[in-house]
């Protein structure tokens, strides 16, 4: 295959459109939420974490194209649905841990250096990486969507 043959089809990948169109969709309502709350950062532009869920948003558009082209008895419907399920299990449980936990450690390292103490952390650890359910949802309903549109309407078979 061409160069030119990889990035036609690339660009007529209904699956590719319904991924990529969600998170960005989602990336760019977490960023306006965000904006909008005044919690505003340029960290945010990439970053995880928050509402809604750009990692949902992305693994279900992507799957939910998958099973609109292939079917649901298809390989390719499979493994993007398990990736899926992997995806927000680690996005809501240990994500969303972690985050909780870096709060705490940010707290503590307040605490010390208002004590005078190097807490040997020069910046704060980021709180905004999992996510709660309804941020989950809301992810996963742009990925819907997405897909609908994507392979309804812009690309039709």
């Known amino acids: 295959m ?21 998170w960005f969709i989602a990336q ?3 960023n306006l939420i965000d904006l909008l709350k005044g919690g505003y950062s340029l960290d945010r532009i990439g970053g995880g974490g928050g509402m809604p869920s750009a990692h949902s948003a ?4 992507l ?3 998958a099973g609109m082209t292939y079917g649901g008895g298809s390989g390719t419907f499979a ?8 995806v927000i299990y680690d996005a809501m449980g ?12 940010n707290r503590m390292m307040e ?16 709180e905004k990486m999992g996510h709660t359910i309804p941020e989950i ?5 742009i990925g819907v969507l997405c897909a609908c549109v994507v392979c309804l309407v812009i690309f039709p078979q």
């Open 94 to 105: 240990v994500r969303y841990v972690t985050g909780r936990q870096s709060r705490i450690l």
């Open 28 to 30: 760019l309502l977490k």
């Open 111 to 126: 605490e010390e250096k208002a004590a005078g103490k190097d807490p040997g952390q020069a910046k704060p650890l980021p």
């Open 63 to 65: 799957t939910a194209a």
């Open 137 to 141: 949802i809301a992810g996963m309903a």
């Open 2 to 22: 061409t160069a030119y043959g990889f990035l036609t089809g690339l660009l007529h990948n209904r699956m590719f459109w319904s991924a990529a169109s969600a």
């Open 79 to 86: 493994v993007s649905l398990f990736l899926a399920i992997i």
């Open 58 to 61: 992305t693994v279900t558009g």
